[in-house]
């Protein structure tokens, strides 16, 4: 399965290398082996201020993923945010979360527009594990190559 991870340039610094050698290694180690089919994954990060969030991910269409990250809070901060939006592309992968109409399936349970943020399991699933894994990447021989 051949997979592609794009950093889309941007006028001001940002850690491309760092987040594309994150990017693949989680897509490797939390995606890869769990997915049902042989179809590849796209994951296209953006390195954007004009979001008015820390982060998003969205499922685009045919295993393509976009996600966003703020920059405003310094690299460990970013990072951290990065590890948050691919957890988010895991369970769109992996078919634990799907966006329908009105709201949010989430693992055969649907959630309407209206539940609270921190009260989504998805969420709650992103936050318990993003220190975690970018702990765990920082560990890694990859990791240790971008340690600041």
């Excluded at 109409?101 to 992103?126: I, M, Q």
Aim: net charge positive; charged share 30%.
């Amino acid at each position: 399965m051949t997979s592609m991870i794009n950093v889309r340039p941007r006028p001001y610094h940002i850690p491309a290398k760092e987040a594309k050698a994150l990017a693949d290694w989680f897509l490797r180690k939390y995606i890869e082996p769990y997915v049902k089919d042989e179809q590849p994954t796209f994951i296209d990060i953006s390195f954007n201020k004009k979001i008015d969030t820390l982060g998003l991910c969205s499922d685009e269409q045919d295993n393509e993923y976009l996600v966003e990250v703020n920059p405003i809070n310094g690299y460990n901060h970013m990072m951290k945010t990065l590890c948050h939006e691919l957890i988010h592309v895991k369970q769109y992968r992996l078919g634990e979360m799907k966006a329908v109409t009105g709201g949010t399936k989430w693992k055969k349970k649907k959630y309407d527009l209206s539940t609270p943020y921190h009260d989504c399991p998805w969420e709650v699933e992103a936050f318990k594990l993003e220190g975690r894994i970018w702990g765990i990447w920082q560990r890694t021989i990859e990791g240790r190559c971008f340690l600041r």
